[in-house]
């Protein structure tokens, strides 16, 4: 398929995970991707997984630095020659058992996955043509789903979804779409990275809510994106896709 010739994409959190993952399948399919990160090995390991493509910037950047998140789209339209598509997907995971959350806890997962994600949005509207724009915002089956241990990253990625509503409501009139995608369990760093738990958190709980169709590959996750952002998802606004492999049945 080459749904994405001659579109220019903005991604945040292109160095790791559902990020990378988005942007291999989405140079893959003709487009020209400014990749966004905290993480320059990340980004570069994503370079070489979109091998030899030619059509991947990148660009070392806090989601969560207002000045960095002004810099950073004005870096994509100096690269590109404008922006088409946004898709946010930088985010982070804290466990936070309720009676050692902190205002640390609470600052960061909002700063990085509510503000960046927020302030890319207010930034790339300056951009985004009307009629054919898009906006994805990865959000979280946390955003709507109970899980111990996540009020903070829940709360913060509810924040996600209701923004992205939101704004959907308040762009349509320019034909701009928002589309928040809500991946359940994936197979990245972000959920394999055993410091996320305190070592004594009981985690069977986890252990219950294993979906029917198994952890999504990020790649599976980043085929989602790519159908909301391309035309095949053209009447797709407002309305959250949930990717849990059933979790939620
Ligand atoms: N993995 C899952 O199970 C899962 C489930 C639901 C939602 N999500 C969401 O998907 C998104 C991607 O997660 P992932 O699983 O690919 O994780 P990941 O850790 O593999 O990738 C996240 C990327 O975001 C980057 N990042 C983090 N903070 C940043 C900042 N302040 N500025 C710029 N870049 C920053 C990291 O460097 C990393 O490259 C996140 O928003 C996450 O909340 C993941």
Redesign the pocket.
């Given at each position: 398929m080459h749904r994405f010739e001659g579109v220019r994409v903005l991604l945040?959190?292109?160095?790791?995970?559902?990020?990378?993952a988005t942007a291999v399948r989405l140079v893959a399919e003709g487009a020209e991707v400014f990749a966004?990160?905290?993480?320059k090995e990340?980004l570069e390991a994503t370079v070489a997984a979109c091998s030899g493509a030619g059509r991947i910037v990148t660009h070392r950047?806090?989601?969560?630095d207002e000045t960095a998140v002004v810099e950073a789209v004005g870096a994509a339209v100096a690269a590109l020659g404008g922006i088409d598509v946004l898709v946010n997907?930088?985010?982070?995971?804290r466990a936070t058992p309720i009676d050692r959350l902190t205002v640390e806890d609470l600052n960061r997962l909002f700063t990085?996955?509510t503000v960046?994600t927020a302030l890319f949005c207010r930034e790339a509207l300056r951009q985004l043509p009307d009629g054919t724009g898009v906006i994805v915002n990865?959000?979280?089956?946390?955003a709507a789903h109970g899980n111990p241990y996540m009020t903070a990253?829940a709360a913060s990625?509810g924040a996600v979804l209701g923004f992205s509503l939101s704004l959907a409501a308040e762009v349509a009139h320019r034909g701009i779409r928002v589309v928040p995608v809500?991946?359940?369990?994936?197979?990245?760093?972000?959920?394999a990275n055993p410091r996320v738990l305190p070592d004594d958190l009981d985690t069977s709980y986890y252990a219950r809510i294993r979906p029917p169709l198994g952890?999504?590959e990020?790649e599976q996750?980043a085929g989602v994106i790519a159908f909301a952002a391309s035309r095949d998802g053209s009447y797709l606004t407002g309305a959250e896709l949930r990717v849990d492999g059933g979790s939620h049945i």
């Open positions: 945040t959190g292109g160095g790791s995970g559902i990020g990378r966004v990160d905290l993480s990340g950047a806090d989601v969560g997907v930088a985010g982070i995971h990085v996955n960046g990865v959000a979280s089956t946390a990253y990625k809500s991946p359940g369990t994936v197979r990245t760093p972000l959920t952890a999504a990020p996750i």
